[in-house]
């Protein structure tokens, strides 16, 4: 069955630092990846989906990449503000979909 | 891009009723749609998956019987807590996926509080 982890669970940064969220998951069998924002009490918003055969996919101030071979993913925020404070998940899609634990980001103004 | 929308945000419901929460996909015909569950500060768990004209199929440990899942339609499908208790109480999140597609698009949640 597939495992997907997050690390850390939890971070927290002063404002305007670019940091990296880690996402690793067991079986290299998939389709994509995506990571997704969630706010509290909210759904998720999808913030960048890789497909199996993509090395890194970039919107604005994110890049994700992946490595599908040693099972991870990482996203990474530039030039962090307070707005981006929330839960980060990743998920991949195999047979069915694995989310991962999520991280907790913190933006200090 | 692909929009599904889900009703309602939020329901406060007495213990012993029976919940219904829609998940519509909006302009897209969605061949299956996925049920999660998400319990405070925790990652988002699968419930039961749905194809259109079928019967759901229930990850192990669910109670179908309690949790009840229709997918009338190519753009709607419904889950229906029945006899709601306060342990059911929870954030459930539905997903679509266009058919051929290995891509989920969610809606934005349930917060579904039994009293």
């Known amino acids: 069955k597939q495992e997907v982890t997050q690390i850390p669970a939890a971070l927290s940064v002063p404002e305007g630092e670019n940091l990296v969220l880690n996402c690793s998951f067991t079986d290299s069998a998939i389709y994509n990846l995506q990571w997704f924002r969630q706010d509290p009490g909210k759904g998720l918003t999808s913030l960048l989906l890789?497909?199996?055969?993509?090395r890194e996919q970039t919107s604005g101030r994110l890049n994700a990449s992946l490595d599908k071979s040693s099972g991870r993913s990482t996203l990474y925020i530039a030039a962090s503000q307070p707005g981006d404070s929330a839960t980060y998940l990743c998920?991949?899609?195999?047979?069915?979909?694995?989310f991962g634990t999520g991280t907790s980001l913190t933006v200090i103004p | 891009g692909a929009v599904v929308s889900q009703h309602p945000s939020w329901v406060i419901c007495k213990s012993g009723t029976s919940v219904k929460i829609e998940c519509r996909s909006l302009?897209?015909?969605?061949?299956?749609m996925f049920w999660y569950r998400q319990f405070p500060k925790q990652s988002l768990m699968l419930m039961a998956t749905?194809?259109?004209?079928?019967?759901?199929?229930?990850e192990q440990g669910v109670e179908k019987d309690k949790f009840l899942i229709n997918h009338a339609s190519l753009t709607l499908s419904t889950l229906t807590v029945t006899s709601a208790h306060p342990e059911d109480s929870s954030f459930y999140i539905c997903?679509?996926?266009?058919?051929?597609?290995?891509?989920?698009?969610f809606g934005a949640g349930t917060r579904l509080s039994v009293l």
């Open positions: 749905s194809n259109e004209g079928s019967k759901a199929t229930y």
């Open positions: 998920a991949v899609s195999g047979n069915q979909f694995y």
């Open positions: 890789i497909q199996s055969s993509q």
């Open positions: 302009d897209f015909q969605a061949t299956t």
């Open positions: 997903s679509a996926s266009p058919e051929a597609k290995n891509i989920q698009y």
